[in-house]
Nanobody
Framework: QVQLVESGGGLVQAGGSLRLSCATSGSIFSINTWGWYRQAPGKQRELVATITTAGSTNYADSVKGRFTISRDNAKNTVYLQMNSLTPEDTAVYYC????????????????WGQGTQVTVSS
């Protein structure tokens, strides 16, 4: 079991920046992918960005060039730097960890954080 604690959400004006953090602990030895997802009111949860043990990253088209995911291995913490925020980025952001093996997600390894609210005012 992996525990995740998120921080860094808040209220920011359009064009501003925020950095989200997700500290992980527990049985992280089996984890090889970390990610951020978000869910806006009335919408489904969507992928924002992922990063693997090898450092490979993947981003949703809507955040490419504005958001950066990174990981501090020593601190077992994953970050999401969000720049040039727009009101469309308003959502609850969730940290996720899991395991992908031979291209297949092994769902029993999935763990989620409690979510942190990001609100972007126009």
């Amino acid at each position: 079991q992996v525990q995740l604690v998120e921080s860094g959400g808040g209220l920011v004006q359009a064009g501003g920046s925020l950095r989200l953090s997700c500290a992980t602990s527990g049985s992280i030895f089996s984890i090889n992918t970390w990610g951020w997802y978000r869910q806006a009111p009335g919408k489904q949860r969507e992928l924002v960005a992922t990063i693997t043990t090898a450092g490979s990253t993947n981003y949703a088209d809507s955040v490419k060039g504005r958001f950066t995911i990174s990981r501090d291995n020593a601190k077992n913490t994953v970050y999401l730097q969000m720049n040039s925020l727009t009101p469309e980025d308003t959502a609850v952001y969730y940290c996720n960890v899991g395991r992908v093996q031979f291209g297949v997600r092994i769902h029993r390894y999935d763990s989620w954080g409690q979510g942190t609210q990001v609100t972007v005012s126009s």
